[in-house]
């Protein structure tokens, strides 16, 4: 376990980054495979910066679906091969979901990079507080008493993502000896080649299928076939490389 100060100050490091298809098999829609979320939802009706206040009721009742939603899941053992990574090896995880499965299977100091799902925000003040799985009132205030209103804690599409510097950061902090996994992601949102592409160091994939936005060529291992199959065969990748 591990912050990305003190990550960064160890060697060998692993980075894990993930995405929507981590938590699929627990039965959360990734947004873009058939069937996925997007396919239900507007994308500009319930998660755009620019008009989610427009469709305040829209927006209310699809964060408060998702985290009824989410309450209903569990972890699935590759959230929990991630959570055994972090007490073997020095690792640090980025997610990219919104939703709580790593920190349920027991990781630490997972950077949330377009938020959590469980967590409001006043748009006035700033402050985040825990909502855990329950609804979003209508009349729910801030502390702080402005009337400007309270928003989930996540990235919505043309909003700025803070927590993209840590990102940045870990990325740049790859050398030779380390080893990056990548598991569940489009690279649609985030483009993991171009995070990737200069690290000279073992690089993982795994997805379900190939995504028109990553270049499986750069990639030293590409596991096509559901995270909680191929979690055993990409620990057994770590093992070998990372020496444990
Ligand atoms: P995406 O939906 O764009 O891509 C999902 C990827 O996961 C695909 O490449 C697919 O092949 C792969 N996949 C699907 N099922 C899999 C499985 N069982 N095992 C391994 N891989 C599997 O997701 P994304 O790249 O994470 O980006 C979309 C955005 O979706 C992110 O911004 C994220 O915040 C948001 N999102 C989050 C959640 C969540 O919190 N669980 C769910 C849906 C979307
Ligand atoms: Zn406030």
């Not at 569990?74 to 939703?99: F, G, K, P, R």
């Not at 100091?109 to 967590?119: C, F, M, P, Q, T």
């Not at 043309?158 to 030779?176: C, G, L, R, V």
Request: glycine residues 6%; negative net charge; hydrophobic residues 40%.
């Amino acid at each position: 376990m591990a912050t990305l100060s003190e990550w960064s100050h160890e060697n060998p490091k692993l980075l894990v980054f993930t995405g929507a298809g981590l938590s699929a098999e627990s039965g959360i829609s990734t947004f873009r495979d058939a069937d996925g979320l997007w396919e239900k939802h507007d994308i500009d009706v319930v998660a755009n910066g620019y008009t989610w206040r427009d469709n305040l009721d829209l927006v209310r009742q699809f964060y408060n679906d998702r985290r009824v939603g989410l309450a209903a899941v569990e972890a699935n053992l590759a959230h929990q091969m991630v959570a055994q990574w972090q007490q073997q090896y020095n690792t640090l995880v980025l997610t990219q979901n919104i939703d709580d499965l790593l920190e349920r299977a027991g990781c630490r100091d997972v950077i949330h990079l377009h938020g959590k799902l469980s967590e409001m925000r006043c748009v006035a003040c700033g402050l985040i507080w825990d909502i855990g799985y329950r609804a979003w009132e209508e009349n729910e205030r801030c502390d702080c008493g402005s009337r400007r209103g309270v928003r989930p804690n996540v990235v919505f599409f043309n909003e700025d993502a803070d927590q993209y510097q840590h990102m940045y950061t870990a990325f740049e902090n790859i050398s030779s000896g380390d080893c990056i996994v990548i598991i569940g992601t489009s690279g649609q949102v985030i483009a993991v080649d171009q995070l990737i592409n200069s690290s000279d160091c073992l690089k993982i994939l795994n997805n379900l299928n190939s995504s028109k936005f990553i270049s499986e060529a750069i990639y030293d291992h590409v596991l096509l076939g559901n995270a909680t199959e191929m979690c055993i065969k990409i620990d057994k990748l770590i093992e070998a490389y990372m020496g444990a």
